[in-house]
């Protein structure tokens, strides 16, 4: 029985949505919210995120995503949660990691 749960898991996660995407940024504010929109659509749900500067976390990814988008940069973002299909997110992921680019 443990065998059969452990191969349910592992297919699910197989065929998971991927959630990352890079490239070069844009960032938009709409509603408290920080948009970000990657250049490159490596994800099914789109190449948009979101996130609130809310934290000390979310303010560090702002000013890094701010960096990367002055010097034309490219990152890697992923994101999670279910693709928010909605206004003004239009297909985006909520933003939890990302990294600047070489």
């Known amino acids: 029985m443990k065998k059969i749960i452990f191969l349910l898991f592992l297919s699910s996660n197989t065929f998971a949505a991927s959630k990352d995407a890079s490239g070069t940024v844009q960032l938009f504010a709409n509603h408290g919210e920080i948009i970000l929109q990657v250049s490159d659509n490596n994800s099914n749900c789109g190449n948009r995120y979101f996130f609130k500067p809310d934290t000390d976390y979310n303010r560090a990814l702002l000013t890094m995503l701010l960096a990367a988008q002055m010097s034309n940069k490219k990152v890697w973002v ?7 299909e909605d206004y003004p997110k239009n297909r985006a992921y909520k933003l939890e990691n990302m990294t600047i680019l070489k």
Do not use: A, D, V
């Open 78 to 84: 992923n994101g999670s949660g279910n693709c928010i």
